[in-house]
């Protein structure tokens, strides 16, 4: 399987790109965990000042992905503020 997120740089702008296509990029529990760890990964990087995010096909994104709730994932998922808030959003005021 390919990389569900991916990271790139120029520069100082990093591109992260959701790939999943074929569910419109709907953020199922794979694809929040490997966002959230490439927004780790840029924590530890120097000189980013932009993140542009992108997402493969023809939808960037349509939200949760509902499938996988319905097929009972649904209890793996955390809060939103929880990963979304309180870890992602914090390391993007830290870029220069």
Do not use: K, Q, Y
């Not at 120029?10 to 694809?31: C, K, Q, S, Y």
Request: proline share 6%; net charge positive.
């Amino acid at each position: 399987m390919s990389e569900r997120v991916t990271l790139a740089r120029d520069g100082a702008v990093a591109f992260i790109e959701f790939r999943r296509p074929e569910r419109h990029n709907a953020l199922d529990v794979a694809t929040a965990e490997a966002f959230l760890a490439r927004c780790r990964e840029l924590e530890r990087e120097n000189g980013v000042r932009a993140v542009v995010l992108a997402g493969r096909g023809s939808s960037f994104g349509v939200g949760g992905d509902l499938a996988e709730l319905r097929a009972g994932a649904g209890a793996r998922w955390r809060p939103v503020p929880s990963w979304t808030v309180t870890r992602v959003a914090p390391c993007w005021p830290t870029m220069p």
